[in-house]
């Protein structure tokens, strides 16, 4: 099966900074999501596209964005980090995820 | 509003057998049972999914209820590699449905 490669792959930002995850995909799959996992937590989800220049909210969108370019890549925005949005995020095309994104915000 | 229910943990040795349940009793009848698991600084792996089949590949075997209200994700000789959080999870039909994560259930495995 095709790869989900997130980039980076782990990130320091300061507080009220910009930050991009980026996320691509091979295989061409129309359905791509971003998760974030808080440590001992499960995974919760923030966008989805199921198109390129189209997004949705999941289930806890606030404070971020989500960008579909292209059909292979989905970018995840904070516009303006905060200590909160601290935790490892996780992007996934069909049944298959990343590697992960581990974000610390100070 | 987790529709499925899982132990938090379970625990077995190298080369068992380890059968790890889920109930889901309210599941709708367009809803396929996957499950996950997930190692620490790791992704959620993709393992398995059903309708209402058993069904089994080179990671496990599932065992669906005749009623779909539970199914059992089941795991032989199992190897130190295999140590992880298990997720039970239900996904609408369609490639497009999102999937909703819960704490799911840690299996550790001994030498």
């Known amino acids: 099966e095709a790869a989900v490669t997130q980039s980076p792959r782990s990130k320091v930002a300061v507080t009220g900074g910009k930050v991009t995850l980026s996320c691509h995909q091979t295989?061409?799959?129309?359905?791509m999501y971003w998760y974030r996992q808080d440590t001992g937590h499960g995974l919760r989800l923030i966008h989805y596209?199921?198109?390129?220049?189209?997004?949705e909210k999941g289930d806890i969108p606030d404070g971020y964005k989500a960008s579909r370019p292209s059909q292979e890549n989905f970018s995840l925005i904070l516009e303006l980090a905060s200590l909160s949005q601290t935790a490892v995020y996780f992007c996934?095309?069909?049944?298959?995820f990343g590697k992960g994104t581990r974000l610390t915000v100070v | 509003d987790a529709k499925t229910t899982q132990p938090d943990s379970m625990e077995s040795t190298e080369g068992e057998t380890v059968h790890l349940p889920c109930s889901h009793a309210?599941?709708?009848?367009?809803?396929?049972i996957y499950w996950y698991r997930q190692v620490p600084l790791q992704g959620p792996e993709y393992v398995t999914h059903?309708?209402?089949q058993n069904t089994t590949n080179s990671m496990a075997f599932l065992a669906i209820a005749s009623d779909r209200k539970s199914s059992t994700l089941i795991l032989t000789h199992v190897s130190l590699r295999d140590a992880a959080v298990y997720h039970c999870?239900?996904?609408?039909?369609?490639?497009?449905?999102?999937?909703?994560f819960g704490k799911g259930a840690k299996l550790t495995v001994s030498p």
């Open positions: 059903g309708l209402q």
């Open positions: 999870i239900l996904r609408s039909q369609g490639t497009g449905s999102k999937l909703s």
């Open positions: 295989n061409n799959h129309d359905y």
């Open positions: 996934a095309r069909k049944v298959f």
């Open positions: 596209s199921y198109v390129a220049d189209s997004t």
């Open positions: 309210t599941i709708s009848g367009n809803e396929y």
